[in-house]
C-alpha cells in the first residue's frame, strides 16, 4: 500500500487543522493505521500519536494528545485522517502516517510497515 499524507500547514496556538493519509494500491480496509510525529530538530517519536484499527472498532491516543486530537479513516474513499484541535507549540513538527497489515501484531505499536511522506505542521505561540 502506498500513503499519502497531506493537510499540514501554519497554525496559532489554539487552532485546529485536519490531516489526511490517501491509500492506494491494495485494499486499505486491510491495515490498521497510526499518525507519527517527529519534531523538529528530534528523531521520529517511535509510539504513534494515535493509531486506529483497520476496522476502526479501536483508537488509541498517546497521552500528550488525548481529548484534542482524533483519528478516524473511511474505509470506502481510502483515507485516513488526524484531526487535531486546541494546537500547542509543542505540537509541531512532521507528521507522518503509517500503516500495518491488521495481522500483524498490535495495532498501536510499532513496528509499521508502510510510510507516508509526511506532512509538516507549524504551531505558533
Known amino acids: 500500500v502506498q500513503l499519502q499524507a497531506s493537510g499540514g500547514g501554519l497554525v496559532q496556538a489554539g487552532g485546529s487543522l485536519r490531516l489526511s493519509c490517501a491509500a492506494s494500491?491494495?485494499?486499505?480496509?486491510?491495515?490498521?493505521m497510526a499518525w507519527f510525529r517527529q519534531a523538529p530538530g528530534k528523531e521520529r517519536e517511535r509510539d504513534p500519536v494515535?493509531?486506529?484499527?483497520?476496522?476502526?472498532?479501536?483508537?488509541n491516543y498517546a497521552d500528550s494528545v488525548k481529548g484534542r486530537f482524533t483519528i478516524s479513516r473511511d474505509n470506502a474513499k481510502n483515507t485516513g485522517y488526524l484531526q487535531m484541535n486546541s494546537l500547542k507549540p509543542e505540537d509541531t513538527g512532521v507528521y507522518y502516517c503509517?500503516?500495518?497489515?491488521?495481522?500483524?501484531?498490535?495495532?498501536?505499536?510499532?513496528?509499521?510497515?508502510?510510510w507516508g511522506q509526511g506532512t509538516l505542521v507549524t504551531v505558533s505561540s
Open positions: 503509517a500503516a500495518k497489515g491488521r495481522f500483524s501484531g498490535s495495532y498501536y505499536r510499532p513496528p509499521y510497515d508502510y
Open positions: 494515535a493509531a486506529i484499527t483497520w476496522s476502526a472498532s479501536t483508537t
Open positions: 494500491g491494495r485494499a486499505f480496509s486491510s491495515y490498521n
